[in-house]
Protein backbone atom coordinates (compact mmCIF):
# COMPACT_ATOMS: atom_id res chain seq x y z
CA UNK A 1 0.00 0.00 0.00
CA UNK A 2 1.46 3.16 -1.00
CA UNK A 3 1.00 5.66 1.83
CA UNK A 4 -0.15 9.12 0.87
CA UNK A 5 0.90 11.66 3.82
CA UNK A 6 -2.31 14.07 4.30
CA UNK A 7 -1.44 17.53 5.35
CA UNK A 8 -4.31 19.12 8.07
CA UNK A 9 -3.75 22.45 9.66
CA UNK A 10 -5.10 25.12 11.82
CA UNK A 11 -6.68 22.69 14.92
CA UNK A 12 -5.28 25.33 17.14
CA UNK A 13 -3.32 28.97 17.15
CA UNK A 14 -1.25 29.93 19.64
CA UNK A 15 1.02 33.23 20.96
CA UNK A 16 2.72 33.02 24.17
CA UNK A 17 3.57 35.72 26.60
CA UNK A 18 3.77 35.76 30.56
CA UNK A 19 0.24 37.58 31.51
CA UNK A 20 -3.25 36.68 29.47
CA UNK A 21 -6.91 36.06 30.22
CA UNK A 22 -8.47 33.77 32.30
CA UNK A 23 -8.16 33.05 35.59
CA UNK A 24 -5.55 35.54 37.41
CA UNK A 25 -2.36 33.78 37.90
CA UNK A 26 -0.06 34.43 41.56
CA UNK A 27 1.79 37.36 41.41
CA UNK A 28 5.39 35.82 39.81
CA UNK A 29 3.43 32.93 38.53
CA UNK A 30 4.53 32.03 34.56
CA UNK A 31 2.05 31.75 31.94
CA UNK A 32 2.41 29.14 29.96
CA UNK A 33 -0.75 28.55 28.38
CA UNK A 34 -4.21 30.51 28.16
CA UNK A 35 -6.81 30.86 26.29
CA UNK A 36 -10.06 28.69 25.15
CA UNK A 37 -10.95 25.06 25.12
CA UNK A 38 -13.42 23.21 22.71
CA UNK A 39 -14.63 19.99 22.19
CA UNK A 40 -14.93 17.91 18.55
CA UNK A 41 -17.32 19.81 17.22
CA UNK A 42 -15.53 22.65 18.26
CA UNK A 43 -18.16 24.36 20.88
CA UNK A 44 -16.49 25.86 24.05
CA UNK A 45 -16.52 23.48 27.41
CA UNK A 46 -15.17 22.37 30.32
CA UNK A 47 -11.95 20.12 30.90
CA UNK A 48 -8.19 19.82 31.81
CA UNK A 49 -5.38 21.29 30.13
CA UNK A 50 -1.61 20.47 31.02
CA UNK A 51 1.35 21.56 29.66
CA UNK A 52 4.73 19.51 29.13
CA UNK A 53 8.18 19.99 28.36
CA UNK A 54 9.02 18.52 24.88
CA UNK A 55 13.13 17.45 25.42
CA UNK A 56 15.45 16.49 22.90
CA UNK A 57 16.60 13.95 24.14
CA UNK A 58 12.62 12.00 24.63
CA UNK A 59 11.77 9.92 27.77
CA UNK A 60 8.51 11.03 30.00
CA UNK A 61 8.38 14.71 29.47
CA UNK A 62 8.12 17.00 32.95
CA UNK A 63 4.70 18.47 33.55
CA UNK A 64 4.75 21.68 34.08
CA UNK A 65 1.46 22.78 34.95
CA UNK A 66 -2.11 22.12 35.17
CA UNK A 67 -5.16 24.10 34.48
CA UNK A 68 -9.38 23.79 34.42
CA UNK A 69 -11.19 25.32 31.88
CA UNK A 70 -14.73 26.14 33.09
CA UNK A 71 -18.03 26.31 31.27
CA UNK A 72 -17.38 28.92 28.98
CA UNK A 73 -13.86 26.99 28.01
CA UNK A 74 -11.51 30.06 29.14
CA UNK A 75 -8.57 28.27 30.84
CA UNK A 76 -5.04 29.57 32.13
CA UNK A 77 -1.92 27.00 32.75
CA UNK A 78 1.09 28.66 35.20
CA UNK A 79 3.96 26.68 35.69
CA UNK A 80 4.16 24.97 39.25
CA UNK A 81 8.30 25.53 39.05
CA UNK A 82 9.43 28.80 37.44
CA UNK A 83 13.21 27.84 38.48
CA UNK A 84 12.61 24.33 36.38
CA UNK A 85 11.91 26.61 33.63
CA UNK A 86 15.15 27.93 33.31
CA UNK A 87 16.77 24.57 34.13
CA UNK A 88 14.91 22.85 30.95
CA UNK A 89 15.46 25.59 28.27
CA UNK A 90 18.71 25.20 25.87
CA UNK A 91 21.32 27.26 26.37
CA UNK A 92 19.58 30.28 23.77
CA UNK A 93 16.79 29.94 26.19
CA UNK A 94 14.50 27.99 23.86
CA UNK A 95 12.24 25.37 24.87
CA UNK A 96 9.19 23.46 23.38
CA UNK A 97 5.72 23.09 25.56
CA UNK A 98 3.78 20.78 24.18
CA UNK A 99 -0.41 21.29 25.35
CA UNK A 100 -2.88 18.59 26.15
CA UNK A 101 -6.59 19.14 27.09
CA UNK A 102 -8.73 16.30 28.33
CA UNK A 103 -12.80 16.80 28.05
CA UNK A 104 -15.90 14.50 27.42
CA UNK A 105 -13.10 11.21 27.35
CA UNK A 106 -11.41 13.19 24.27
CA UNK A 107 -8.12 14.54 24.13
CA UNK A 108 -6.44 17.37 21.88
CA UNK A 109 -2.88 18.58 21.93
CA UNK A 110 -0.21 21.18 20.60
CA UNK A 111 2.94 22.01 20.07
CA UNK A 112 5.04 25.43 20.71
CA UNK A 113 8.29 26.77 21.25
CA UNK A 114 8.42 29.61 24.02
CA UNK A 115 11.50 31.89 25.36
CA UNK A 116 12.19 31.75 28.71
CA UNK A 117 13.95 34.69 30.69
CA UNK A 118 14.61 36.14 33.72
CA UNK A 119 14.06 39.75 35.00
CA UNK A 120 13.48 41.24 37.73
CA UNK A 121 13.86 38.09 39.85
CA UNK A 122 10.40 36.86 37.64
CA UNK A 123 10.87 34.01 35.01
CA UNK A 124 8.56 34.77 31.60
CA UNK A 125 8.43 32.51 28.61
CA UNK A 126 7.52 34.55 25.49
CA UNK A 127 6.49 33.52 21.90
CA UNK A 128 8.99 33.80 19.30
CA UNK A 129 7.57 36.77 17.25
CA UNK A 130 7.79 38.84 20.75
CA UNK A 131 11.84 37.62 20.84
CA UNK A 132 12.28 38.74 17.20
CA UNK A 133 10.28 41.72 17.44
CA UNK A 134 11.85 43.33 20.74
CA UNK A 135 15.26 41.92 19.63
CA UNK A 136 14.84 43.75 16.28
CA UNK A 137 14.30 47.18 18.68
CA UNK A 138 17.24 46.42 20.98
CA UNK A 139 14.69 45.49 23.89
CA UNK A 140 14.50 42.33 25.79
CA UNK A 141 11.96 39.91 24.95
CA UNK A 142 10.55 39.30 28.10
CA UNK A 143 9.78 43.12 28.79
CA UNK A 144 6.57 43.29 27.22
CA UNK A 145 3.52 41.05 27.59
CA UNK A 146 0.96 40.11 25.15
CA UNK A 147 -2.02 37.95 26.00
CA UNK A 148 -1.12 34.17 24.80
CA UNK A 149 -4.43 33.02 23.08
CA UNK A 150 -4.58 29.12 22.21
CA UNK A 151 -7.40 27.85 20.87
CA UNK A 152 -7.08 24.28 22.01
CA UNK A 153 -9.40 21.25 20.27
CA UNK A 154 -9.99 18.60 21.76
CA UNK A 155 -11.03 15.86 18.75
CA UNK A 156 -9.54 12.66 19.55
CA UNK A 157 -10.63 9.85 21.39
CA UNK A 158 -8.15 8.60 24.27
CA UNK A 159 -8.73 4.56 25.47
CA UNK A 160 -11.49 3.86 27.54
CA UNK A 161 -9.53 3.39 30.47
CA UNK A 162 -8.15 6.43 30.10
CA UNK A 163 -10.52 8.82 29.16
CA UNK A 164 -10.91 10.34 33.18
CA UNK A 165 -7.29 10.20 33.27
CA UNK A 166 -6.85 13.82 34.09
CA UNK A 167 -8.27 14.31 37.73
CA UNK A 168 -9.35 10.73 38.63
CA UNK A 169 -6.99 9.33 41.05
CA UNK A 170 -9.00 5.57 40.70
CA UNK A 171 -7.51 5.41 36.78
CA UNK A 172 -4.49 3.40 36.56
CA UNK A 173 -3.14 5.55 33.70
CA UNK A 174 -1.03 7.85 34.20
CA UNK A 175 -0.64 10.84 32.74
CA UNK A 176 3.00 10.93 31.53
CA UNK A 177 3.80 12.20 28.09
CA UNK A 178 6.46 10.25 26.42
CA UNK A 179 8.33 10.32 23.45
CA UNK A 180 11.27 8.45 22.12
CA UNK A 181 13.97 9.33 20.15
CA UNK A 182 14.21 7.09 16.86
CA UNK A 183 15.87 8.54 13.57
CA UNK A 184 17.29 11.37 11.93
CA UNK A 185 17.19 12.66 8.44
CA UNK A 186 18.19 15.62 6.34
CA UNK A 187 15.88 17.26 3.83
CA UNK A 188 15.46 20.55 2.21
CA UNK A 189 13.37 23.07 2.95
CA UNK A 190 11.83 25.88 1.52
CA UNK A 191 12.81 29.41 3.35
CA UNK A 192 11.74 31.79 0.56
CA UNK A 193 11.20 32.72 -2.64
CA UNK A 194 12.80 35.50 -5.11
CA UNK A 195 11.27 36.72 -8.32
CA UNK A 196 12.88 39.22 -10.77
CA UNK A 197 11.57 39.93 -13.74
CA UNK A 198 13.51 42.78 -15.50
CA UNK A 199 16.84 42.38 -17.30
CA UNK A 200 18.20 45.88 -17.09
CA UNK A 201 20.52 45.27 -14.53
CA UNK A 202 18.06 45.11 -11.58
CA UNK A 203 19.50 42.75 -8.90
CA UNK A 204 17.28 40.53 -6.40
CA UNK A 205 18.80 38.98 -2.97
CA UNK A 206 17.11 36.88 -0.61
CA UNK A 207 19.61 36.46 2.89
CA UNK A 208 18.74 33.95 5.28
CA UNK A 209 20.11 34.15 8.88
CA UNK A 210 21.56 37.74 8.51
CA UNK A 211 22.96 38.86 11.66
CA UNK A 212 24.36 35.36 12.35
CA UNK A 213 20.86 33.81 13.66
CA UNK A 214 18.43 32.11 11.28
CA UNK A 215 15.12 31.45 11.78
CA UNK A 216 11.96 29.60 10.46
CA UNK A 217 8.62 27.94 11.76
CA UNK A 218 7.44 24.33 10.83
CA UNK A 219 4.22 22.03 11.81
CA UNK A 220 4.87 19.16 13.71
CA UNK A 221 3.61 15.99 12.01
CA UNK A 222 1.87 13.40 14.00
CA UNK A 223 0.14 10.18 12.95
CA UNK A 224 -2.06 8.32 15.21
CA UNK A 225 -2.67 5.73 12.76
CA UNK A 226 0.71 4.15 11.89
CA UNK A 227 2.32 6.02 9.41
CA UNK A 228 -0.64 5.94 6.80
CA UNK A 229 -1.22 9.94 7.28
CA UNK A 230 0.17 12.60 8.90
CA UNK A 231 -1.75 16.11 10.25
CA UNK A 232 0.06 18.84 11.35
CA UNK A 233 -0.27 18.94 15.53
CA UNK A 234 2.00 21.83 16.42
CA UNK A 235 4.44 24.46 15.15
CA UNK A 236 8.17 24.39 16.00
CA UNK A 237 10.07 27.69 15.78
CA UNK A 238 13.76 26.64 14.99
CA UNK A 239 16.68 29.06 15.63
CA UNK A 240 20.35 28.63 14.44
CA UNK A 241 23.41 30.82 14.91
CA UNK A 242 24.69 31.31 10.72
CA UNK A 243 23.70 32.92 7.70
CA UNK A 244 23.46 32.18 4.08
CA UNK A 245 23.05 34.55 1.33
CA UNK A 246 21.57 32.95 -1.62
CA UNK A 247 23.07 33.75 -5.27
CA UNK A 248 21.63 37.18 -6.50
CA UNK A 249 18.77 37.07 -8.81
CA UNK A 250 20.42 38.51 -12.23
CA UNK A 251 17.93 39.03 -15.48
CA UNK A 252 14.60 37.00 -15.85
CA UNK A 253 14.63 34.85 -12.49
CA UNK A 254 11.80 32.85 -10.51
CA UNK A 255 12.46 30.34 -7.85
CA UNK A 256 11.78 28.78 -4.86
CA UNK A 257 14.58 28.64 -2.42
CA UNK A 258 15.56 25.49 -0.22
CA UNK A 259 18.42 24.77 2.58
CA UNK A 260 19.07 21.79 4.09
CA UNK A 261 17.56 20.80 7.65
CA UNK A 262 17.79 17.72 9.85
CA UNK A 263 14.67 15.72 10.88
CA UNK A 264 14.13 13.85 13.86
CA UNK A 265 11.66 11.25 13.86
CA UNK A 266 9.87 9.96 17.13
CA UNK A 267 7.37 8.31 18.54
CA UNK A 268 5.30 9.57 21.12
CA UNK A 269 2.10 9.18 23.29
CA UNK A 270 0.28 11.34 25.79
CA UNK A 271 -0.32 9.12 28.52
CA UNK A 272 0.41 4.93 29.59
CA UNK A 273 -3.04 3.79 28.04
CA UNK A 274 -2.22 4.94 24.59
CA UNK A 275 -0.45 3.80 21.64
CA UNK A 276 3.05 5.45 20.55
CA UNK A 277 1.60 7.95 17.72
CA UNK A 278 4.74 8.80 15.07
CA UNK A 279 6.15 12.58 15.43
CA UNK A 280 8.52 14.54 12.51
CA UNK A 281 9.93 17.62 13.55
CA UNK A 282 13.00 19.03 12.56
CA UNK A 283 15.86 19.41 14.91
CA UNK A 284 18.79 21.27 13.38
CA UNK A 285 20.04 23.36 10.06
CA UNK A 286 22.59 22.25 8.21
CA UNK A 287 22.96 25.33 5.90
CA UNK A 288 23.65 25.31 1.90
CA UNK A 289 21.33 26.89 -0.44
CA UNK A 290 19.12 25.31 -3.61
CA UNK A 291 17.68 27.32 -6.19
CA UNK A 292 16.83 24.94 -8.72
CA UNK A 293 12.55 24.65 -7.73
CA UNK A 294 11.41 27.04 -10.95
CA UNK A 295 7.77 28.48 -10.42
CA UNK A 296 5.97 29.89 -12.98
CA UNK A 297 3.38 32.70 -12.65
CA UNK A 298 5.50 34.75 -10.32
CA UNK A 299 6.73 37.76 -12.78
CA UNK A 300 4.89 40.11 -14.62
CA UNK A 301 2.12 40.46 -12.04
CA UNK A 302 1.68 43.92 -10.61
CA UNK A 303 -0.91 46.03 -11.95
CA UNK A 304 0.61 50.03 -12.08
CA UNK A 305 -2.86 51.63 -12.35
CA UNK A 306 -3.13 50.47 -8.62
CA UNK A 307 0.24 50.91 -7.45
CA UNK A 308 0.51 54.43 -9.69
CA UNK A 309 4.24 54.59 -8.96
CA UNK A 310 7.24 52.02 -8.89
CA UNK A 311 10.72 51.72 -8.04
CA UNK A 312 13.14 53.58 -10.66
CA UNK A 313 16.29 52.47 -12.09
CA UNK A 314 19.37 52.76 -9.61
CA UNK A 315 16.77 52.84 -6.24
CA UNK A 316 16.59 49.78 -4.54
CA UNK A 317 14.11 48.10 -1.60
CA UNK A 318 14.22 46.22 1.94
CA UNK A 319 12.14 44.20 3.49
CA UNK A 320 12.69 42.68 7.10
CA UNK A 321 9.60 43.03 8.72
CA UNK A 322 6.13 41.04 8.36
CA UNK A 323 5.65 37.10 8.18
CA UNK A 324 6.20 35.77 5.08
CA UNK A 325 3.77 32.86 3.29
CA UNK A 326 3.19 29.28 4.82
CA UNK A 327 4.14 27.04 2.20
CA UNK A 328 2.00 23.81 3.02
CA UNK A 329 4.63 21.42 1.36
CA UNK A 330 7.68 22.93 2.53
CA UNK A 331 9.31 19.79 3.34
CA UNK A 332 8.92 16.51 3.01
CA UNK A 333 11.00 13.98 5.40
CA UNK A 334 9.63 10.25 6.53
CA UNK A 335 6.69 10.18 4.41
CA UNK A 336 5.24 13.46 5.67
CA UNK A 337 4.20 16.74 4.43
CA UNK A 338 5.85 19.71 6.64
CA UNK A 339 4.69 23.06 6.67
CA UNK A 340 7.24 25.92 6.92
CA UNK A 341 7.44 29.57 6.59
CA UNK A 342 10.00 32.34 7.28
CA UNK A 343 9.10 35.44 8.42
CA UNK A 344 10.49 38.69 7.24
CA UNK A 345 12.40 39.89 10.36
CA UNK A 346 16.25 40.75 11.27
CA UNK A 347 17.14 37.41 10.36
CA UNK A 348 15.31 37.19 6.80
CA UNK A 349 15.56 39.54 4.20
CA UNK A 350 14.53 40.69 0.67
CA UNK A 351 16.89 43.03 -1.44
CA UNK A 352 16.09 45.11 -4.54
CA UNK A 353 18.68 47.36 -6.51
CA UNK A 354 16.87 48.25 -9.69
CA UNK A 355 18.76 48.95 -12.95
CA UNK A 356 17.60 50.59 -16.04
CA UNK A 357 17.93 54.44 -17.00
CA UNK A 358 16.57 56.00 -13.41
CA UNK A 359 13.46 57.47 -14.99
CA UNK A 360 12.25 53.76 -15.61
CA UNK A 361 9.78 51.90 -13.38
CA UNK A 362 9.63 48.87 -11.96
CA UNK A 363 7.31 47.05 -10.02
CA UNK A 364 7.13 44.82 -6.79
CA UNK A 365 3.77 43.58 -5.80
CA UNK A 366 1.66 40.95 -3.59
CA UNK A 367 -0.18 38.15 -5.00
CA UNK A 368 -3.37 40.09 -6.66
CA UNK A 369 -1.00 42.73 -8.25
CA UNK A 370 -1.92 45.16 -5.91
CA UNK A 371 -1.00 44.34 -2.64
CA UNK A 372 2.18 46.49 -1.01
CA UNK A 373 5.59 44.33 -1.47
CA UNK A 374 6.04 46.01 2.53
CA UNK A 375 3.10 43.81 3.31
CA UNK A 376 2.50 40.75 1.73
CA UNK A 377 3.57 37.46 2.53
CA UNK A 378 5.02 37.33 -1.04
CA UNK A 379 6.87 39.63 -3.41
CA UNK A 380 6.07 39.25 -6.91
CA UNK A 381 8.02 41.64 -9.96
CA UNK A 382 6.77 42.99 -13.24
CA UNK A 383 3.93 45.06 -14.65
CA UNK A 384 0.73 43.07 -16.08
Known amino acids: MTRRPILSWAVVSLTLATAGVGATPALGA ?31 MPLLGTGKAGPDGEFTVTATDSAQLLRLADANGWLDYRAVAYTGGRVGQWLYTGH ?19 SARGSAAGAAASPPQITLKADRPVPARASQVAGDPNVKCKTETEEKPVESRRSLAIVGELNNAYNDGTVGKFTYGRGSTSSSYFGVAISNNSGE ?31 LFEFTKREARLNTCAKFDIEIRPTAWIG ?26 TGDFHRERNDATRWNRGAQAFGADITVRSGFDRHVQLDYKFGGPSKKQHWLCGPDGKQSPFSSGRVYSGAR
Do not use: M, W
Not at 116 to 134: D, I, K, L, N, W
Not at 239 to 257: I, N, V, W
Open 30 to 60: TVLATGTLTDAKGSVTPGTVQVFASLPAGGV
Open 116 to 134: VSSQGGEVRSASPEEVVAH
Open 229 to 259: SFSIGGEKYLSESGSTTFPPAKKRYARKLRS
Open 288 to 313: GHNDRLRQRGALDQCDPKQLQDGFRG
